[in-house]
């Protein structure tokens, strides 16, 4: 590992600036390599996770849901947070079962991403899941969204021509494209629940 | 395009809840598909660029900066904000100068990425950069960064192992690994100034 000093941000202080319903943000007072002062805001955030679900006649399961920030609706993996002390798998399975009823045989843990780097702490761990059964969803109240399914093909035209846009889902054709050409292996498991 | 209504939300108001130094804040009061209310909190955010410059030698230019939400030093592709009333180009071309010291003879844009759909109105255009001539960075006051350079192949292997986990440079690695296989093409366009 490097020295990275001459890059570190040291806190010195910390304030709590909104306590919203979903967002939780904070300033602290850092300082910077050169000993300067400054403030760093961001969003507190538990986590999530993403499942690339790969169905037997090689198809990907997908969603398409209304993304209020962006005014429309965008096409993404099944996706969701971390419910406080839930274990990632967990939760893997719970948002899957949930959003589109299905429930895998295997699964594996690809990597994960952080999505916004400069002003939020959350992680989104990035699964694959095979061997799918398909059973009846469960969404939570005031949860919309629709289930279908593409060949990998097609979601990478579509990630190539802007109708995939979602970054999590941009980073899940990084790993399905080279998963499925071999070049990135995949340790998978059988959880015993 | 198809008929959203029965996944779309109406914003019936909206509160300004945090106007921070750097982060913005609102919470919208909106109407669901099936006519209840709920709220939705959301960032508002100018929009960014990326840029994946291509060395004459086969090696791109990749930073190394350290990112306080994260607490530790992360590796990205050159990005920066818009300023206001801005162009994407404009901002790719000076961003690239001011953090690295390079100007480039040719441009194109690639695509766009939503870093996180469900709380910023966060977009981030993609653009790659040719005909490399590097120079004499000058970074903002505060800003501490490193410059260096990889190969596709060392950056593939990074963004598999982990080395590499932020979205808006695993989503230029989809970009990076496709255009130079051929996959997807480019429009590159020789900017007049």
Same sequence: chains 1, 2.
Wanted: charged share 25%.
């Amino acid at each position: 590992m490097k020295d990275d000093a001459h890059l570190t941000e040291t806190a010195i202080a910390s304030t709590e600036i909104l306590k919203g319903r979903f967002l939780h943000a904070f300033r602290d007072t850092v300082l910077l390599p050169d000993a300067t002062e400054t403030t760093r805001e961001y969003i507190v955030h538990p986590g999530a996770v993403m499942v690339i679900a790969l169905l037997d006649d090689g198809r990907v399961l997908l969603e398409r849901q209304y993304r209020y920030p962006m005014h429309r609706v965008m096409i993404e993996f099944p996706a969701g947070k971390l419910d406080e002390g839930e274990a990632s798998l967990a939760c893997a399975k719970r948002e899957l079962f949930e959003e589109t009823g299905y429930t895998a045989r295997e699964w594996a843990k690809a990597g994960v991403l952080h999505p916004v780097i400069s002003y939020s702490t959350e992680f989104i761990d990035i699964w694959f899941a095979r061997g799918m059964i398909a059973g009846e969803r469960e969404l939570d109240a005031g949860e919309f969204l629709e289930v279908f399914t593409a060949t990998p093909a097609e979601l990478s035209d579509w990630c190539r021509d802007g109708q995939v846009t979602d970054a999590k889902t941009l980073t899940g054709m990084l790993w399905l494209q080279n998963v499925l050409s071999g070049a990135w292996a995949l340790d998978w498991q059988i959880p015993t629940s």
